[in-house]
């Protein structure tokens, strides 16, 4: 028995097939993907629970302390000091000889930048602890703010 194509009921039905086709196969895609990345974010969790290593990036764009220092061409910091005023000298110099349109490279002007702040922030942390542990060995000493 063959049915005429023309029949709108027809081709209502055979709209509905497909795009219910259509749907049941990307929700088959997506589940898979979500699977997946699920399954990796797993394995990355536990590789960094065993390891003690951070995975992914980090604040700086996940520089260790020890890539900054040498972008930078600096010494480490020492005991969280570091000599700001010279990473802040080589930083400018660098950025300035990286300046794309002095024929420059951004992604070195950019690494020299992530460089820079991994620096910051490794002194900022340390300068952090250092006053924590200041108050911890003064005692906790409230600013008291008397009203007028």
Known sequence: M???TNNPFLNTIQAHRIVTQVVVTGARVFGRAF???????QASSKYAAQTGKKVGGG?????SLDEACKILNVKPPQGGETNLEQVMERFKKLFDMNDPQKGGSFYLQSKILRARER???EVR???RHAA????LQEGWKPKVYKDR
């Open 2 to 4: 063959h049915l005429p």
């Open 59 to 63: 604040a700086a764009s996940g520089l």
């Open 125 to 127: 942390q340390a300068e």
């Open 119 to 121: 620096l910051e922030m």
């Open 35 to 41: 699977a997946e990345a699920y399954k990796q974010a």
């Open 132 to 135: 924590q542990e200041k108050e």
